[in-house]
């Protein structure tokens, strides 16, 4: 599978975003709170319109209607999990068995954002295990981070 991105805009804070990622690749986005990450995520998801530019996948448009077979083939990984508050298991361990599971799944495009939990080095270093293993084994791999090393910065 391979996701395009080409000068997407959307709002202030998403301009000319031009990104390809494809079967095999892993690649990060990287920004600061509020950058626009998360948006742009679920602009590639088909849950926001974009203001300018397109979004294809496999050299088809992403539109209204084309959205829900796409998220068909799509594992997401949000930002934040939503569980009932009588819940009390540690949300960092959920976060990874999330991770864990769609990483090994048999979804072609994996979508990851950065978790709205802190998590510890250990968990860290598992969270990069299963990003690179999803992309070994063939999927192609959108994750957003905070952290500034990543390959590409909002």
Same mark, same amino acid.
């Given at each position: 599978?391979?996701?395009? %991105?080409?000068?997407?805009?959307? *709002?202030?804070?998403?301009? /000319? ?6 079967? =095999?690749? &892993? @690649? $990060? ?10 948006? %742009?995520?679920?602009?590639?998801? *088909?849950?926001?319109?974009? /203001? ?6 496999? =050299?088809? &448009? @992403? $539109? ?91």
């Amino acid at each position: 599978m391979m996701l395009e %991105l080409h000068h997407v805009t959307i *709002g202030q804070f998403v301009k /000319d975003v031009s990104l390809t990622v494809g079967a =095999g690749q &892993l @690649l $990060t986005l990287s920004g600061a709170s509020g950058s626009g990450k998360t948006t %742009l995520l679920r602009a590639v998801l *088909g849950f926001l319109p974009i /203001d300018s530019g397109h979004i294809s996948i496999d =050299g088809e &448009l @992403l $539109t209204p209607l084309s959205a829900p077979y796409f998220r068909r083939q799509t594992a997401y990984v949000p930002q934040r999990l939503v569980v009932p508050e009588w819940y009390t298991n540690e949300l960092s361990t959920d976060y990874v068995r999330m991770l864990e599971q769609a990483a090994f799944s048999d979804k072609q495009l994996l979508i990851v954002d950065e978790p709205a939990i802190r998590l510890d080095a250990a968990q860290w270093e598992t969270v990069d295990r299963l990003l690179h293993q999803a992309a070994e084994r063939g999927a192609a791999v959108l994750a957003v981070t905070a952290d500034p090393t990543s390959n590409i910065e909002l």
